[in-house]
């Protein structure tokens, strides 16, 4: 079935690039997502990227998609403490398919 | 504007009990999907809706569970004889009708049954 897998943890230091990885199993996803969950705050769109493309950037964010080993990741430039929080990566189905499929998140800490 | 709101934000009940969770998606989204969420743990699917057709319940854990959004705008989703492994929090989103899901979240509501 389908399956999307995530490292648990991740600590960087302020200022360094941060690079969260994503595996997933279903080889007709058409979009890729990732998701930011602050504490105790809702789940926040950061960026996704269609299944055709390779890469995205948006401002410090660069997703970057290998079709053929199914592995995404994110990477945030100039890491701040702002940006702790859990990243979620989610997969999207062919067809009329209209529900994402999440991994377990990945918690990201940003040391001073 | 305004965001997705949900409702209570937070619900203690006792086994057994009904409970029926409030989501209001952005104005004109057609679509509503709710979620559960346990801690540690990423979302799980419950359902969604188009307007008001169901189109997917196909990760309701069992009959305890069901939704409704009777005028294509706000959603409840009622859970019954309430069991303690029903805890959780309770999400729901909204989205456009694009191709791309881009799927906008409301605060949740934490249920803890007791």
């Known amino acids: 079935g389908e399956d999307v897998e995530q490292s648990l943890f991740l600590s960087v230091r302020e200022g360094d690039s941060s690079v969260i990885n994503c595996t997933y199993t279903d080889s007709s996803s058409t979009y890729l997502y990732w998701y930011k969950q602050e504490p105790g705050a809702g789940l926040q769109l950061l960026t996704y990227i269609f299944s055709n493309m390779d890469m995205k950037q948006d401002q410090r964010l660069t997703v970057l998609l290998n079709k053929k080993d199914k592995h995404l990741s994110l990477r945030i430039a100039d890491t701040q403490t702002g940006d702790s929080a859990i990243y979620f990566c989610a997969e999207q189905g062919a067809g009329n398919n209209r529900k994402l499929i999440w991994g377990l998140g990945t918690s990201l800490g940003v040391n001073p | ?114």
């Open chain 2, 1 to 114: 504007g305004a965001g997705v709101s949900q409702s209570p934000r937070y619900k203690v009940t006792k086994r057994g009990q009904d409970v029926a969770l409030r989501c209001d998606p952005i104005s004109g989204h057609v679509s509503l999907y709710w979620y559960r969420q346990a801690l540690g743990q990423g979302p799980e699917f419950l359902t969604y809706f188009n307007y008001e057709a169901q189109q997917d319940k196909s990760g309701l854990p069992n009959d305890r569970f069901s939704a409704e959004r009777p005028e294509g705008s706000i959603s409840t989703l009622t859970i019954q004889r309430t069991e303690q492994r029903d805890s959780a929090m309770y999400r729901c989103a909204s989205s456009t009708n694009t191709d791309a899901l881009e799927q906008y979240f409301g605060p949740g509501t934490r249920l803890t049954v007791t």
